[in-house]
């Protein structure tokens, strides 16, 4: 799909990307900190069990998070809400991003750095029973 676009579709990126005042994760740690992020959610079992509001609440953690990495060059949110999107579906949960004002989604996932609050408030507004 995105290949078709860019030539580095799929792949992660090979320089350093700063949007605004946002310093995303060096290049070189990408795949490390992917890695451990992803271990992490392992640990926890994907989530699997927790209520709505601990769902929303480490669903946040771990799209802000894997906002910081921000390991492609372009695509970075559509890919992180879909892998969100997609595991809430393995929680019973379904998430409508379109559900939900994207100019305050971006900047909830802005603010995430320091403040999940947002977030957490803009996943609970996108999960439809």
Known sequence: ???????FAGKLREEDIIKG????AKYQYIETSAIKLFEELKEENYLI???FNQFSEKASYYMAELNIIH???EGNG??????IRILALKNGYQ???NSINQKTLFKASVESVLNLGPLIKCIKGAIKS
């Open 71 to 73: 390991p492609f060059r």
């Open 49 to 51: 069990g927790t209520s």
């Open 78 to 83: 559509r890919t992180i809400r879909e892998f």
């Open 21 to 24: 005042n946002t310093h995303f």
């Open 95 to 97: 998430i409508k991003w």
């Open 1 to 7: 799909m995105g290949q078709d676009l860019y030539y």
